[in-house]
């Protein structure tokens, strides 16, 4: 799998851009706050429908426009080339075309065109909230296979209804109160287990692919260790919720689950959120994302397009240099302000100044 064709039309700080990219490694030059991030946001968010940067899509729309276009030839492994083509309005639905064809379901799109990104926000993924490592977590899940999308999507709806269901309930349980939860704790088990088993596979095929790319990119091996292993996993989520009950219709929220899980990173037996500096976290945190990389490339057998935003600005030039010669045998976009690493071969060079790609 191949982007071969970006085009952008009021995307971002873009009025009018198009670009072409080869199958290495892709480098996008300019100055601070030009639009490099804006071409690599485009790009993933044609994968995922959805911003890296936590952005609704209306702040993606240029200002002044009533809408941003955006589209990708993707050339898949078998020669055929896709069209993905979207339409973000300022006010609506945003509209998303492959081969001409609507887009029915978000879902429908995933692993036409596959990414992995890897942002100098990701430092989150070691210093952040458990909720920053679930979403890693299920992302990659999905990544590996659309039926986990499902999956997570029946929790997320789940956990709404019961949610609702608790504050009805307002802190007592009636009859009919006690007859729905029961209900819904059962499709509650039966979804959320099957999530916490595949996240569980997930941790142990990531650990060593982790532990590697932190060796390669840290210069010595790291010793880390990925642990998941939610209490509710021991009994059961059944038995969990029921234990849980009690407090969970005083305090009107559900308190177990898959939603409330941890991934627990250690490096060299001491947590790395709080015991390791920040280069070693950045590190461990680029280690993630190169490891789900891997792992999606092995399970499918089609490496996703990495995109590294202004990654080399945050590693030291000896860090830099190791990721250099150990990037992944795949199609690469890397952004940067100042000069790449000794040792790194572009195929292609762009370079944007004011709103606008060429090449370098």
């Not at 009018?16 to 490099?36: F, H, I, M, S, Y």
């Not at 280690?287 to 996703?304: C, I, S």
Request: with cysteine.
């Amino acid at each position: 799998m191949l982007l071969r064709r970006l085009e952008l039309t009021d995307f971002r700080n873009y009025t009018r851009a198009v670009v072409e990219l080869d199958p290495g490694l892709t480098v996008v030059t300019g100055a601070n706050g030009v639009g490099k991030t804006n071409l690599v946001e485009a790009m993933a968010w044609l994968a995922t429908l959805d911003s890296f940067r936590g952005a609704p899509h209306e702040a993606l729309v240029r200002e002044g426009a009533e809408r941003a276009v955006l589209r990708a030839e993707v050339q898949q492994d078998d020669g055929r080339v896709v069209t993905i083509d979207a339409e973000l309005p300022v006010a609506g639905r945003q509209r998303v075309q492959v081969n001409r064809q609507r887009l029915l379901r978000a879902r429908d799109l995933l692993g036409v065109l596959q990414v992995s990104v890897f942002a100098p926000d990701d430092l989150a993924l070691v210093k952040g909230g458990p909720g920053e490592r679930r979403r890693f977590l299920d992302a990659t899940l999905v990544s590996l296979h659309v039926k986990h999308d499902a999956v997570r999507n029946d929790l997320e709806r789940i956990l709404r209804q019961r949610n609702m269901l608790l504050k009805q309930a307002g802190g007592r349980l009636s009859h009919d109160i006690v007859t729905t939860l029961d209900v819904w704790d059962a499709k509650l088990a039966g979804v959320g287990t099957a999530l916490g088993d595949a996240r569980d596979a997930l941790v142990t095929e990531l650990e060593p692919l982790v532990g590697k790319a932190y060796a390669d990119v840290a210069g010595a091996p790291g010793q880390v260790h990925l642990g998941y292993a939610p209490a509710w996993r021991t009994t059961g989520l059944a038995a969990a919720l029921a234990a849980s009950r009690a407090d969970d219709v005083r305090r009107q929220i559900t308190l177990v689950g898959p939603h409330r899980d941890e991934l627990d990173i250690a490096l060299a037996g001491l947590p790395a959120r709080t015991h390791a500096s920040q280069g070693e976290q950045r590190c461990v945190a680029l280690a993630l994302r190169l490891a789900a990389h891997r792992a999606v490339a092995d399970r499918t057998g089609t490496p996703p397009l990495l995109l590294l935003d202004d990654v080399f600005s945050e590693l030291d030039p000896d860090r830099a240099s190791a990721l250099v010669h150990h990037l992944p045998a795949a199609q690469v976009v890397v952004t940067t302000a100042g000069s790449l690493p000794p040792g790194a071969v572009a195929s292609r060079r762009l370079v944007i100044r004011e709103g606008r790609v060429s090449d370098g």
